[in-house]
């Protein structure tokens, strides 16, 4: 029967501890389980960057730079104010009310409202230019 005062450790659950340069005998002498020379024989090999490439110019260094500058905020898509007279009078105009009446494709995010005539009374919520604004006012309307 299994009890604690008769178990005992498994015989191969334990390594001994590996001594390495104490000499040709010992089999692990002269190079110390390292190898031949060089680099890879030195200490600190291990702990290199991940991205050193053996001393010479990274791939990276060696490709040239793209020049110029591109921007990650999105233009507004310019609209006609000319292409207003579609919606009713005293209608709001945002975008969800561009994207229904199919002025805008869903994936752009911003409009902005440029010269041209208008007809109708209309409360637009977007950014204009100066003459717009002039001219939503003269016909009745507002900028929201």
């Known amino acids: 029967m299994l009890k604690l005062h008769n178990i ?35 200490t600190g090999h ?16 060696q490709m040239p730079k793209l020049r110029g500058f591109k921007s990650l905020n999105q233009k507004p898509v310019t609209i006609s104010l000319s292409r ?7 209608a709001l105009v945002n975008m ?23 007809k109708k009374k209309l409360k637009i919520k977007l950014s204009v230019s100066a003459s717009v604004k002039a001219a939503v006012e003269k016909a009745g309307g507002e900028i929201v």
């Open 46 to 61: 291990s702990k290199m960057p991940a991205q050193f490439e053996g001393g010479r110019q990274p791939l990276v260094r």
């Open 8 to 42: 005992r450790k498994h015989p191969k659950s334990t390594h001994r501890r590996k001594v390495v340069g104490r000499g040709l005998g010992s089999g692990k002498g002269t190079y110390s389980t390292r190898g031949g020379k060089g680099q890879t024989a030195r």
């Open 84 to 90: 207003l007279n579609v919606f009713e009078d005293g």
């Open 96 to 118: 969800a009310a561009l994207r229904a009446k199919g002025l805008v494709k869903d994936t752009d995010v911003k409009a902005k409202i440029l010269k041209g005539e208008i």
